[in-house]
């Protein structure tokens, strides 16, 4: 019965060493998003300055070098495109967007819309460059949320598991 008692209080102690640590997950994967999500924004300037191509094809390539999350953005904007316009798009597939970014990230990634497919390539280029210093504030606000907070969730579950399995000792 004392084994028994003792494996309970051990996955305990596990358990919510694992709910602090996927807790301070989600802000090194925000992070990771928001720098992807500055690559992609790049790479989108690139395509619209130098090849013309039109926006849903360049969404599309973008989808398939970015990561899931990031990509799928891209690939729903796209889709919503044949029945919508480009800025509709890109603010609905911000907005249905299943990520880790803050209600701010997605604000600041919706600026974007404003002259998507309405003006020149000057003016587009010129709204990417926006939404990328935007996006490079939030970067940095994301990278000290991360460094404050990713060591105390993971401390806070460890403890917090302690503190439990010692008040059931």
């Known amino acids: ?22 807790l301070s997950k989600k802000y090194v994967i925000r992070v990771n998003e928001l720098e992807e999500m500055k690559n992609a924004l790049n790479m989108f300037q690139s395509k619209i300055k130098f090849t013309y191509e039109p926006i849903p094809e360049i969404f599309q390539e973008i989808a398939q070098n970015t990561s899931k999350n990031v990509g799928l953005i891209f690939t729903s904007a796209k889709e919503k495109m044949k029945t919508s316009t480009a800025n509709i798009a890109w ?51 994301a990278q000290e949320e991360k460094e ?22």
């Open 148 to 169: 404050k907070n990713e060591k105390l969730y993971s401390k806070l579950g460890t403890t917090i598991g302690l503190a439990i399995v010692i008040v059931l000792c």
């Open 91 to 141: 603010e609905e597939a911000i907005e249905e967007s299943q990520n880790n970014l803050t209600k701010e990230d997605k604000y600041v990634l919706k600026t974007l819309s404003k002259l998507l497919g309405q003006t020149d390539v000057e003016g587009q280029t010129s709204q990417i460059e926006v939404t990328q210093k935007f996006l490079e504030t939030q970067l940095r606000e």
């Open 1 to 22: 019965m004392q084994i028994l008692k003792y494996f309970i209080l051990f996955i305990i102690l596990i358990t919510c060493s694992l709910i602090g640590r996927y």
